[in-house]
C-alpha cells in the first residue's frame, strides 16, 4: 500500500544549488504531477506528464526541469535554488482519462536559505 | 481556462455549529469537482467528488457537498464541526479528458473554537 512516495520529506539548500526531489508510485497510473503550495495560494501546478517521455508545463515551471522515463518514476530537478523556491512540493498521480481522484505524496518540505 | 475559487481565506466556528465552505468554478465542459482536506503538516485527504448523478454528494467525516450547475457553485457543508475538524480545505476541479489534471482553489483554513 506504499500508493506515492515522496523523498526526502525536508531538506534545506543552499541559494544556487542543485537538488531533485523523488517521486515514485506503484499504482500504474500514466499521469502525473508536481505541485507547490504557498500560504494564501493553494496548490500550483509545476509541471506534469501523461506517460513515459512525455511532459508538460504547468502553471508555474520556471525554475524546475522535469523527466519521465518510466511509468513510476517522476523526478522534479532544481537546477539553481533560489529562495523563491522555499514551499512544501507535492507530487501527485491519477489514471489518465479516467474520472477519479489524484493520490497525493505527503510532501516535500523544502527550504532555500 | 479554468479556475476554482473559494472566497473565505479563513472561517471561525464554534464546535458544534454548522459549517458551510464557498467554491466557484469555471470550467466549460461538465466539471469534476473535488474537495480535499489538509491538516497542519500533512498531506492531502480526499473528502468527496462529484462526477455526475445525484448533485448531493456524501464524503468522510460527515461532510457533504452540493454540485449547482447554475451557480456553478460546489460548497461544503458539515451539519456539526469537531474540534478535530480544524484544517485547511481546498476545493478542486478536473481538468482535461476525465478531469485528469488537479486545478485547486487557493484553500479555506478553519478555526474551530470552543
Known amino acids: 500500500n506504499a500508493g506515492v512516495t515522496q523523498t526526502p520529506k525536508f531538506q534545506v539548500l543552499k541559494t544556487g544549488q542543485s537538488m531533485t526531489l523523488q517521486c515514485a508510485q506503484d499504482?500504474?497510473?500514466?499521469?502525473m504531477s508536481w505541485y507547490r503550495q504557498d500560504p494564501g495560494m493553494g496548490l500550483r501546478l509545476i509541471h506534469y506528464?501523461?506517460?513515459?517521455?512525455?511532459?508538460d508545463q504547468g502553471e508555474v515551471p520556471n525554475g524546475y526541469n522535469v523527466s519521465r522515463s518510466t511509468t513510476e518514476d517522476f523526478p522534479l530537478r532544481l537546477l539553481s535554488a533560489a529562495p523563491s523556491q522555499t514551499s512544501v512540493y507535492f507530487c501527485?498521480?491519477?489514471?489518465?482519462?479516467?474520472?477519479?481522484?489524484?493520490?497525493f505524496g505527503q510532501g516535500t518540505r523544502l527550504t532555500v536559505v | 481556462a479554468q479556475s476554482v475559487t473559494q472566497p473565505d481565506i479563513h472561517i471561525t466556528v464554534s464546535e458544534g455549529a454548522s459549517l458551510e465552505l464557498r467554491c466557484n468554478y469555471s470550467?466549460?465542459?461538465?466539471?469534476?469537482l473535488f474537495w480535499y482536506v489538509q491538516s497542519p503538516g500533512q498531506g492531502l485527504q480526499l473528502l468527496l467528488k462529484?462526477?455526475?448523478?445525484?448533485?448531493l454528494v456524501q464524503g468522510i467525516k460527515g461532510f457533504e457537498a452540493e454540485f449547482k450547475r447554475s451557480q456553478s457553485s460546489f460548497n461544503l457543508r458539515k451539519p456539526s464541526v469537531h474540534w478535530s475538524d480544524a484544517a485547511e480545505y481546498f476545493c478542486?476541479?478536473?481538468?482535461?479528458?476525465?478531469?485528469?489534471?488537479?486545478?485547486f482553489g487557493a484553500g479555506t483554513r478553519l478555526f474551530v473554537k470552543a
Open positions: 501527485a498521480s491519477s489514471p489518465y482519462r479516467q474520472a477519479t481522484e489524484a493520490f
Open positions: 499504482m500504474n497510473h500514466e499521469y
Open positions: 506528464s501523461v506517460g513515459a517521455g512525455i511532459t
Open positions: 470550467y466549460g465542459a461538465t466539471p469534476y
Open positions: 462529484y462526477f455526475s448523478g445525484d448533485t
Open positions: 478542486a476541479v478536473g481538468a482535461g479528458t476525465g478531469g485528469f489534471k488537479t486545478i
